[in-house]
């Protein structure tokens, strides 16, 4: 898990360009909508819209996106079916991948990914094929420099609100919790520290070591083309690639 997260983090400190902003609106929008159909636009009673909320204020989505996908998902605007679909396959180097789609034509988007899978040495493919790698969990992830407090003081804080485990690596710690037990997690950490990302995430029950810079940049190719991709809303992978490969590949 490390590796991948690592890269996460990498990205996420990266300045967006407005493309960028553009496709993490739309993914997120995607997210509201969703959720509001699934149970109702109250976010106080609807703990997946208010997830969905929060990570759309976390990256400065503006209120009035916000309002419009609720209003979208509570059927009071004009908008097209969307579903949830995940996509399993593999990237070079035998690399497990799980995709969380969100998208209103199947057809359309299976053809992307399989064209995407393809294009970059990877393989699209049948469901249930990587699944049983991958566990469903709640993950935040915290920077060591944004942390305003002894790592020690933060596992406490994370344990004694419900997490399962903190696991620290060298620049990030991560809190990882049930997905039962995140929203109560995230809200009681927030009010002491900054959390950089958090959100319910398919983590792998193992890993791929990957130390080739070629086969690493393969790898990544592929994610980051699966991501750009509109009906994406998630990739999820269990590659572990060393921390100066991903910064120099990055």
Known sequence: ????????????????????KGKEYT???????????????????????????????????????IA??????????DSDAIEELTYEGYAPGGV??????????RNRTASDIRHLFAKHNGNLGETGCVAYMFERL??????????????????????????????EEDDVIEVVTSPDNFMAVREAMETEIDVDEAGIVML?????????????AKVLKLIEALEDHDDVQNV???????????EKLL
Request: proline letters at 3%; hydrophobic letters at 40%; charged letters at 30%.
């Open 1 to 20: 898990m490390s590796g991948h997260s690592k890269w996460s983090t990498i990205k996420h400190k990266k300045a967006r360009t407005d493309e960028k």
């Open 27 to 65: 993914k997120i929008a995607k997210e509201i909508i969703i959720a509001v159909r699934a149970g109702g636009g109250d976010p106080e009673s609807n703990s997946k819209l208010k997830l969905a909320i929060q990570n759309a204020k976390a990256i400065n989505m503006p209120n009035e996106n």
């Open 68 to 77: 419009r996908a609720i209003k979208r998902g509570a059927g009071d605007l």
């Open 96 to 105: 497990a991948v799980m995709l969380a789609i969100a998208t209103d034509n």
């Open 138 to 167: 709640g993950l935040l992830s915290i920077s060591r420099e944004n942390l305003k407090m002894d790592a020690d003081d933060l596992m406490m804080l994370a344990l004694e609100a419900g997490a399962d485990d903190v696991r």
């Open 204 to 216: 792998p029950n193992n890993t791929v070591d990957i130390a080739d810079e070629d086969l690493a």
């Open 236 to 246: 999820y992978a269990n590659f572990n690639i060393p921390d100066e490969i991903i």
